[in-house]
């Protein structure tokens, strides 16, 4: 059975910075794409950052120069290290793994419909 589980979230002061992590079980990080979302209260959900399956590494706008994606495939961990953080950047933090089929666009550019595995989340909230 396959899980994702995120850890990591918090409260932070703008500014500030946290290190998000995506453990998965039953299934492997290696060679799959990888991603984490994002959805505000009253938004939808967004890409924030991911890792396709040719390495291909992408961000939103919102977030390139603060947010690093990277992965562990010893440990089949996935993270999101997130600096200068914004009051807009409070919101449901989620990983999210495995495409099974090719990219509906191009690599590094998947919408949430194209990933299998989704975890529970976990909440980021940056005070001004």
């Known amino acids: 059975q396959v899980q994702l589980v995120e850890s990591g979230g918090g409260s932070v002061q703008s500014g500030g910075s946290l290190r998000l992590s995506c453990a998965a079980s039953?299934?492997?990080?290696?060679?799959?794409?990888l991603a984490w979302f994002r959805q505000a209260p009253g938004k939808e959900r967004e890409g924030v950052a991911g890792i396709d399956v040719d390495g291909t590494t992408t961000y939103a706008d919102s977030v390139q120069g603060r947010f690093t994606i990277s992965q562990d495939n010893a440990k089949n961990m996935l993270y999101l290290q997130m600096n200068s953080l914004k009051p807009e950047d409070t919101a449901m933090y989620y990983c999210?793994?495995?495409?099974?089929?090719?990219?509906?666009?191009?690599?590094?550019?998947?919408?949430?419909?194209?990933?299998?595995?989704w975890g529970q989340g976990t909440q980021v909230t940056v005070s001004s």
């Open positions: 999210a793994a495995h495409c099974p089929a090719p990219p509906r666009l191009r690599l590094g550019e998947r919408t949430a419909d194209e990933y299998a595995y």
């Open positions: 039953g299934f492997s990080y290696s060679h799959n794409c």
